[in-house]
């Protein structure tokens, strides 16, 4: 499973690399738009039911900004914790 997020600028660029290589060695690849936290809890709880899969992160430049929002996503309490 790609995650990503589809609105940052580089998201194409990876899933464009991505897929390419999926081709390349017979693979399937299957992008997960992620925008938010509830995006990423349902696609890792439905990535999580299909056996022999492999997750790519890709990196998100806006990931800063979003600090609040995975520290909620990991139960995190204080920016210790995380």
């Known amino acids: 499973m790609f995650v990503a997020n589809p609105k940052?600028?580089?998201y194409r660029y990876y899933l464009a690399e991505a897929e390419a290589d999926a081709r390349a060695q017979?693979?399937?690849?299957?992008?997960?738009?992620?925008e938010s936290v509830s995006d990423l809890q349902s696609?890792?709880?439905a990535?999580?039911?299909e056996p022999g899969g492999a997750l790519i992160v890709v990196p998100d430049l806006t990931s800063p900004?979003?600090?609040g929002d995975r520290?909620?996503?990991?139960?995190a309490t204080s920016p210790r914790s995380v």
Do not use: D, K, W
């Not at 017979?26 to 992620?34: D, F, G, M, R, S």
């Not at 520290?71 to 139960?75: A, C, L, S, V």
């Open 26 to 34: 017979a693979l399937e690849l299957v992008p997960a738009a992620i």
């Open 71 to 75: 520290m909620r996503m990991y139960g």
């Open 47 to 49: 990535f999580a039911r």
């Open 8 to 10: 940052t600028t580089t």
């Open 65 to 67: 900004r979003r600090r």
């Open 43 to 45: 696609s890792i709880a």
